[in-house]
């Protein structure tokens, strides 16, 4: 399987940002023994600005580029202020202006740098979790090769604990796969022979011998990466807080400085204006109101992997959830027992239970427990088989006992059974007369249905979706418990991923899921989010990612970016405001740039300090 390298711009974006924070420490370096120069040693004034001249150079050339690059785009947001303020100030020959501009814009983006940075990236992680050899049969040799060389009808061996490399068929063996990451199914599969298996499940116990039914490149999984490339070259369209607000501060700003110049004369108030102009409390104050907001996210349990999604989740008005893991717990528990004439529901489980723990079925575990909440004791069994297709036997305190499924049974005694419904079932007979009927869901968060009830009215959230790849008649079973009306089940991830894109060109959204199918959704929409750890997949394409599975950590993060984003609205407008009545004191001529450049800096100061309070925790985080 190959895909393109999703890594291969990451050395430039290394260098980039490495750049850009030795720009930020060069000015800051450059100003300070310029003035040393000037005023301390009493150089000469030619002599002490070539520490200037060396940063606007450095530093100055590509921010210039940048400038061009955004008037061909027609993009004139706080960034392309900030650059004319630079180079006004160099055509003025006010050198040490320029430098101070230059520390101020490139310490904003060191530190928005330092809050975007990831650790690594989806399609990375993808790739490594795929398989790169499989275990071929060719008559009694079993060789290692590469997964890109398996041919349809080759016999693979999968080992325990291995994943699978292609989608194919069980020859031989008896045992059970993970496939929840990938379809959205929470219980473990038992694979038998003739059974499917599908690339990326997990084996879990036994070694089992498939058929390859398809090349690796066509495989589940490899579709899964293909569609989550398509989804990662195509992110949604999101305007940034400072790009939305520098868009109408720009203009205003130069038509003050040039009304400034055109009644004065005096291209020194043009500069000057520009100056206290430069929107710093944009470029400062709001990376750091997002680090902080990260910072208490963090102890929260709360990982923010795109910044982003602090300023976007306070609009959202889309939720999409995924069922298994999310809603659910993404585990098995009895919910129900049918018994029969001359059996009880105690009797049912305790012999189910009794010879369950002998198996390795992926029911018993919700047997044994429901036993263990009863506290019903368990017996010994003897005779224990369990053949592929057959169901469990036993003896169980001298009575035989099975435990199979519905279709396992004579057509008597199935006739006997009531119609099937959501869920998984397994049938116990004793001593070969139907005794019960066991039923199994996936059992619903005890939080879902207050949280879910509680986001139109608290966060306006307007629509609410469970996109699932389970069966109908199970997401339905759980929308009906926890309020949500809108459903589509039986998805493939392509299908999740088109219908999160639809609504997202056109509103705010949200994802939030569990596995791998969920990934390529999480990366369409405005805010993905990852809900525990268990898909290292899901956490690359994740926004932010809850490492405490509940869903008071999801309210929580919708507070955190909502206060983040109220925060960094005082801080950034508070600014901008002081700016503006500098701006007009410089248009009038009572404010030189030296001491505009000044004036920026006290604005700044304020505005950074109140932008500091997003990381100190507020009122309650949760209200529902």
Not at 316 to 325: A, L, N, Q, V
Not at 330 to 337: A, H, N, S
Not at 572 to 595: N, Q, Y
Request: aromatic share 6%; charged share 20%; net charge neutral.
């Amino acid at each position: 399987m190959t895909s393109e390298n999703p890594g291969k711009y990451a050395s430039l974006d290394r260098i980039q940002h490495s750049w850009t924070r030795f720009t930020a420490v060069l000015s800051f370096a450059a100003i300070i023994l310029h003035l040393l120069l000037r005023y301390l040693f009493n150089y000469k004034a030619t002599f002490s600005f070539i520490p200037l001249l060396v940063i606007i150079i450095a530093g100055g050339l590509p921010l210039l580029y940048d400038l061009i690059s955004q008037i061909r785009k027609r993009q004139f947001g706080a960034d392309f202020l900030a650059g004319l303020s630079i180079i006004t100030a160099i055509l003025m020959g006010e050198l040490l202006v320029a430098a101070i501009i230059i520390l101020m814009l490139s310490g904003g983006q060191a530190l928005e740098e330092f809050a975007t940075r990831r650790a690594s990236s989806t399609l990375s992680a993808l790739a490594h979790r795929m398989p790169s050899a499989a275990h071929r049969i060719s008559g009694d040799v079993t060789a290692d090769i590469r997964v890109n060389e398996i041919r349809i009808g080759d016999r693979l061996i999968v080992f325990p604990h291995e994943i699978c490399p292609v989608d194919g068929t069980v020859e031989s063996g008896t045992g059970t796969m993970d496939e929840s990451f990938l379809t959205g199914e929470p219980f473990r599969i038992r694979k038998t022979s003739g059974s499917q298996v599908i690339s990326g499940a997990l084996n879990e116990d036994t070694a089992l011998t498939i058929i390859a039914d398809k090349l690796a490149v066509d495989s589940r999984y490899a579709r899964i990466m293909q569609v989550m490339h398509k989804a990662e070259e195509n992110p949604p369209a999101i305007r940034r807080l400072a790009d939305r607000l520098g868009a109408f501060y720009t203009p205003i700003a130069i038509l003050i400085a040039l009304t400034g110049w055109l009644l004065s004369g005096q291209s020194e108030r043009f500069l000057a204006v520009l100056v206290i102009a430069t929107p710093c409390p944009l470029l400062l104050a709001i990376p750091i109101s997002i680090i902080g907001s990260i910072s208490l996210a963090a102890k929260r349990g709360i990982v923010i992997k795109k910044p982003v999604v602090l300023e976007q989740v306070g609009n959202i008005r889309t939720m999409f959830f995924d069922k298994t893991g999310t809603l659910t717990h993404g585990e098995p528990v009895v919910t129900e027992i049918v018994t029969f004439p001359g059996t009880n529901a105690e009797d049912i489980l305790k012999f189910s239970a009794s010879l369950e723990q002998y198996s390795k079925h992926p029911l018993a575990g919700a047997l044994l427990k429901a036993a263990r909440e009863k506290h019903i004791s368990l017996q010994s069994a003897e005779s224990v088989s369990e053949k592929p297709g057959a169901g469990l036997r036993g003896q169980v305190a001298g009575r035989r006992v099975l435990v199979t499924g519905r279709k396992k049974i004579n057509s008597e005694s199935a006739a006997l059974l009531p119609s099937t419904v959501s869920g998984m079932e397994c049938v116990v007979v004793l001593d070969d007369q139907l005794a019960g009927l066991i039923r199994f869901h996936d059992r619903p968060r005890k939080e879902s249905k207050p949280f879910i009830k509680h986001l139109r009215p608290k966060h306006q959230v307007e629509d609410l979706i469970i996109l699932s790849g389970d069966r109908d008649i199970e997401v339905q079973h759980l929308a009906e418990i926890v309020g949500i009306k809108d459903v589509r089940a039986s998805l493939t991830p392509e299908q999740k991923l088109n219908i999160v894109r639809d609504r997202t060109a056109t509103t705010p959204t949200l994802f939030l899921g569990d596995g791998i199918n969920d990934a390529p959704a999480m990366l369409a929409a405005t805010v993905g989010i990852a809900f525990g750890q268990n898909s290292d997949i899901t956490a690359e394409a994740a926004g932010a990612v809850i490492m405490e599975p509940t869903l008071g950590k999801v309210d929580e993060l919708l507070h955190i970016g909502k206060r983040m984003r109220r925060i960094a609205l005082e801080s950034a407008v508070g600014g901008m405001v002081l700016s503006a009545a500098g701006m007009f004191l410089a248009a009038f001529g009572f404010l030189p740039p030296i001491a505009g450049a000044i004036g920026q800096e006290i604005i700044d100061l304020l505005a950074v300090l109140n932008a500091l309070r997003a990381s100190f925790p507020g009122k309650e985080l949760q209200d529902f």
